[in-house]
T-cell receptor
Framework: ETGVTQTPRHLVMGMTNKKSLKCEQH?????MYWYKQSAKKPLELMFV???????ENNSVPSRFSPECPNSSHLFLHLHTLQPEDSALYLC??????????????FGNGTRLTVT | DAKTTQPTSMDCAEGRAANLPCNHS???????VYWYRQIHSQGPQYIIH???NNETNEMASLIITEDRKSSTLILPHATLRDTAVYYC???????????FGPGTSLSVIP
């Protein structure tokens, strides 16, 4: 039990589909993040939310659309993806977004395959 | 921002201490050293972090050199479940330009 739960664990979608990834944190944290981990590449930060407000959009294509309805839930809406978007998408949370002593807590990710 | 360099891979015998080095020679005074690990098919797991003093928790110890240009993560009694990729990163905040490099792939051998 990591305290950060992601669903689904695996997702296969076509390029014309629309799907959403869900993340829920049970740690009482105020900041949430989306990361992308492609094969043989380091983790890439995509989006950061602090108290439901987006504080960073790291040059992510518009086919990825995040939503943070409250401090415990984070979604990543996907539409018209490309095969190169296939990757492990990781959600993380931390107590605050601007604290030296606020480690990231990750979920186990959603393995996305775009066909 | 400071970057880190780590060996690509290491082996450690089960039950022995695993010492994982990290170089961060360009670290600035307000950057913390963080360690995470990622077991296959799971998300990264926070292990420990520190600024300049040595730190210890239930998982590991972190030894930071006096000049802060390098550090060592110590797993005192490695088990097979410690086989993972270990990432050393430096961070000013929780997210600001966090750069996860390739890390060190640690294999604990029976």
């Amino acid at each position: 039990e990591t305290g950060v739960t992601q669903t689904p664990r695996h997702l296969v979608m076509g390029m014309t589909n629309k799907k959403s990834l869900k993340c829920e944190q049970h740690l009482g944290h105020n900041a949430m993040y989306w990361y992308k981990q492609s094969a043989k590449k380091p983790l890439e930060l995509m989006f950061v939310y602090s108290l439901e407000e987006r504080v960073e959009n790291n040059s992510v294509p518009s086919r990825f659309s995040p939503e943070c309805p409250n401090s415990s839930h984070l979604f990543l809406h996907l539409h018209t993806l490309q095969p190169e978007d296939s990757a492990l998408y990781l959600c993380a949370s931390s107590q605050t977004v601007n604290s030296y002593n606020s480690p990231l807590h990750f979920g186990n990710g959603t393995r996305l395959t775009v066909t | 921002d400071a970057k880190t360099t780590q060996p690509t891979s290491m082996d450690c015998a089960e039950g022995r201490a695993a010492n994982l080095p990290c170089n961060h020679s360009t670290i600035s005074g307000n950057e913390y050293v963080y360690w995470y690990r990622q077991i296959h098919s799971q998300g990264p797991q926070y292990i420990i972090h520190g600024l300049k003093n040595n730190e210890t928790n239930e998982m590991a110890s972190l030894i930071i050199t006096e000049d802060r240009k390098s550090s060592t993560l110590i797993l005192p009694h490695a088990t097979l479940r410690d086989t993972a990729v270990y990432y050393c990163i430096v961070m000013k905040t929780s997210y600001d330009k966090v750069i996860f490099g390739p890390g060190t792939s640690l294999s604990v051998i029976p």
